[in-house]
């Protein structure tokens, strides 16, 4: 249920120089208004609160009324937090201190986070990030419920959000080192789809992965999938399947021991877009500029991509 107040802080704001001045046509001059403007705000007032705040006496001004004077208090009260509220708004679109929502695919925070934690800690060292990791699907909704003001996540990945690309990064396909297929210079999706793709368990991955192999008349292999992108190279390392990948670990040993090789991929598989997404009618903070900045310098830099080999 949405409250209709019926009033405006203009009308408070009139009616609390009216009260202050004692006399509307110097309150009209005071607020660069006119009389009848000014006297019609107040007037309009009363009517919408069922109260009379103010007495007119003919060429004396006006004075408070019992009601006027208990209310006075209130307006003043509320304009000095609608102001607080306006420097805090101002605050938070001018400067780069304070907190700032972030949303990480959790498939790029592995690669991405640790960078940009650190270099967002030597360049803007009173921003404070908060991240939330998750899916694709949930990084959206985060987006449209305003839990986060950007999100790090690839192009095909960002729906109907505003997305602003860093890099194009192209697909690999990730194997056991000690896999026969590990030797050879590329390989054909007709040729992976002999054995399960191991992937994360997200929706969105999953129908990419399906329309890249239909887009190349492929049919697409058993799936095994996992929540963790490390859990998924171990599997890959301890052949259980191949994995399809854009970001490449630094390097190619698995947690349980196991390695890992990445193999370029002989068809022409589009390359994907890293970046952040955003609601298309938001403007980016401050704060989002900057952290858009540390991003951009930590993929420039190469941090994120980097070869397992």
């Given at each position: 249920m949405i409250d209709h107040l019926g009033f405006s802080l203009t009308q408070l704001r009139y009616f609390v120089v009216s009260a202050e001045v004692g006399n509307i046509s110097e309150a009209a001059e005071k607020l660069s208004a006119s009389q009848s403007t000014v006297s019609s705000a107040v007037m309009r007032l009363e009517r919408q609160l069922g109260v009379q705040l103010l007495l007119r006496h003919h060429a004396r001004g006006v004075t408070l009324t019992p009601s006027g004077r208990h209310l006075l208090r209130e307006a003043r009260a509320l304009l000095g937090q609608a102001r607080s509220l306006k420097a805090r708004g101002d605050a938070l679109a001018g400067d780069t201190a304070g907190p700032l929502d972030v949303g990480f695919l959790s498939s790029l925070a592995p690669f991405l986070l640790p960078p940009v934690h650190r270099m967002a800690r030597e360049r803007y060292a009173a921003l404070q990030l908060n991240v939330l990791e998750a899916s694709a699907g949930h990084l959206l909704t985060f987006l449209q419920d305003g839990r986060c003001e950007v999100a790090v996540t690839y192009d095909f990945l960002a729906g109907d959000a505003r997305f602003r690309p860093l890099v194009a990064l192209p697909m690999h396909a990730l194997l056991?080192?000690?896999?026969?297929?590990?030797?050879?210079?590329?390989?054909?999706?007709?040729?992976?789809?002999?054995?399960?793709?191991?992937?994360?368990?997200?929706?969105?991955?999953?129908?990419?992965?399906?329309?890249?192999?239909?887009?190349?008349?492929?049919?697409?292999?058993?799936?095994?999938?996992?929540?963790?992108?490390?859990?998924?190279?171990?599997?890959?390392?301890?052949?259980?399947?191949?994995?399809?990948?854009?970001?490449?670990?630094?390097?190619?040993?698995?947690?349980?021991?196991?390695?890992?090789?990445?193999?370029?991929?002989?068809?022409?598989?589009?390359?994907?877009?890293?970046?952040?997404?955003?609601?298309p009618d938001l403007t980016m903070s401050s704060r989002g500029r900057a952290f858009l900045q540390v991003l951009r310098s930590v993929v420039s830099l190469g941090c994120a991509v980097k070869s397992i080999a």
């Open positions: 056991s080192d000690d896999d026969p297929m590990s030797a050879a210079g590329s390989l054909g999706l007709d040729e992976l789809a002999a054995r399960p793709l191991v992937t994360l368990d997200d929706p969105a991955v999953l129908r990419h992965c399906e329309a890249m192999f239909a887009d190349r008349g492929v049919r697409m292999p058993r799936v095994i999938t996992t929540t963790s992108l490390e859990t998924m190279r171990g599997l890959v390392a301890a052949g259980s399947g191949f994995g399809l990948i854009y970001q490449r670990a630094a390097h190619a040993s698995t947690l349980d021991g196991g390695t890992v090789c990445a193999v370029e991929i002989a068809d022409e598989v589009p390359s994907a877009s890293l970046g952040v997404a955003m609601m």
